[in-house]
């Protein structure tokens, strides 16, 4: 990394909501003194019942979206906001109802995180996250055009990665600003795949530093061991299995001229699900003609 000075950063914290049953107040309190400014969108088709309980407050600010356009329209709406009223930002936060926020705090107070927000080159620095459920790490992986390089799940120094997940990644506003709106084609999976390909096609480079951690639940998951390695199904129902499997044939079509590697990745993801759904999960039949299903919708759809 190149040296030059660190400035302070304004983090605005977007937050979305989706499970009614998940209360997110209790969670916003303990962060609120490490953000310049919170943003709670209320994805719930209807009114979060919990939301209305919470008083007025300078640093939140609540927007109804009701689900349109999914993740990624909650995302939209809240970058349009931070446009709108916080011009002053430098950093976005992402954040989910479900993720450990004991671990903000830590985050955004390292010197790793303060060097790596600060340098123009890196478009987004994120800790390496913990699957609640099962207890592994993520395996992060590096892209090249014709060849990928999966680090092992003990990694333990930063290092530059092709992917994160929106939940605790924080973002230069003026990498989004270059990248655009998240994808509501795409709607919830893989928006956040789809964005850091267009992060690193834009010249951008994306860090994981594992020496901070935090824990986070995608799907249900399911750990189960295969020829002696210890690997993990990610539980999810039918129609989020039609969806994940669409949207990965479709970015494999989007992607797959300037990263060979990525289509082929995809390809061994999809091979990866239909073995965890045949071994761990329950439903296996229906999850199966799901996958099947979505794949021929992505393979047929467009990406628009």
Known sequence: MSSFGLNKLNVIGIIVTFDPQIDPISSVTQILDSLSHLIIVDNCPGN????????????????????????????????????????????????????????????????????????????????????????????????????????????????????????????????????GKYSTVLAVDHIDTDYCLRAALHGYQLVIDPTLSFNHSIGK?????????????????????????RNTVLLAKRYGWNYPSFAFLCLMRLCYEVVGITIAEDESVPKLSATFKGALSGMFGRYR
């Open 48 to 179: 979060h019942p919990l939301l209305g309980n919470f008083g007025c407050s300078e640093k939140v600010s609540i927007i109804k979206n009701s689900n349109i356009g999914g993740l990624a329209g909650a995302y939209n709406a809240a970058l349009s906001t931070v446009e709108l009223e916080h011009p002053e930002a430098t950093h976005i936060l992402y954040l989910d109802d479900d993720t450990d926020m004991a671990s903000v705090r830590e985050f955004l107070g390292s010197k790793n995180t303060a060097m790596l927000a600060n340098d123009p080159k890196v478009a987004a620095v994120a800790p390496i996250y913990v699957e609640r459920t099962t207890g592994l790490r993520c395996a992060p992986i590096m892209l090249n055009r014709f060849s990928y390089k999966m680090f092992p799940r003990t990694l333990s120094n930063p290092t530059q990665v092709s992917f994160l997940i929106n939940s605790m990644s924080l973002w230069r506003v003026d990498a989004i600003r270059r990248i």
């Open 221 to 245: 998951r399911r750990s189960y061991t295969l020829l002696g390695k210890t690997l993990q199904s990610g539980g999810h129902s039918p129609a989020r299995r039609r969806m994940i499997a």
